[in-house]
């Protein structure tokens, strides 16, 4: 290889390593939101969020928009949707989540 390359190769290699990590911690941050939605339940109980899980995100203001577009969407009036705030799978097959804002609350 010649003298040239090779300097500039060790030249980018901090600049390979700076990017890498930046986009593998990028790719491993977990999404703080999850997005609960039914098209044909005016509310959803507690029990049943599991069964209606409708994406995730990393900020309440993407949940609640991808929210009010799945139900202005569907055309159903009675649809709903809810946000929940770090929200993980729990021994009885739910989901148990720290925070659960109600459709009207946003």
Known sequence: MSPFLLELAMGLRPFVVISCALILSACTQNPQWTLFYSDSQPHIAEQDLGD???????????????????????????????????????????????????EAEL
């Not at 809810?82 to 659960?100: F, I, P, Y």
């Open 52 to 102: 209606n899980i409708a994406g995730y995100y990393k900020a309440l203001d993407q949940c609640v928009a991808k929210g009010k577009g799945l139900i202005r969407l569907s055309g159903h009036s009675n649809g709903s949707f809810q946000c929940g705030h770090q929200c993980v799978a729990n021994e009885q097959g739910g989901v148990s989540c720290q925070r659960l804002t109600q």
